[in-house]
């Protein structure tokens, strides 16, 4: 009998994560952030001064939204741009909308 009630614990804190992470990120937040974070290393990158040219490019990397996430996740650990969780999530949530598109 104890050994169910341990089982449903662990079950219900797995659907809560996943129905957190499933949900957007907030858009204006994630716009902020990438000017803040993103948009003058892209810039540089690009060697055009345009941080917006990586994300329309033909080759570009992130071809799903999964991608995005990694590259963005990526970034953050790699730069150390002490972006929490949620704010990855904003990040990607902006980046996919003002460029992207994926479902």
């Known amino acids: 009998m104890l050994k169910k009630h341990f089982l449903k614990v662990p079950l219900a804190l797995t659907f809560f994560l996943l129905c ?13 952030l990438h000017q803040a974070k993103c948009y003058q290393c892209h810039a540089e990158k690009s060697g055009l001064g345009n941080g917006d040219i990586l994300y329309t490019r033909l ?3 992130a071809k799903d939204l999964a991608k995005v996430k990694s590259m963005v996740s990526m970034c953050n650990t790699e730069l150390r741009l002490d972006l929490f969780p949620e704010d990855e999530a904003d990040l990607v949530t902006y980046i996919n909308q003002q460029f992207y598109k994926y479902k």
């Not at 957190?20 to 902020?32: H, R």
């Open 20 to 32: 957190q992470t499933s949900q957007a990120g907030d858009v204006q937040n994630g716009k902020v």
């Open 59 to 61: 080759d570009r990397k």
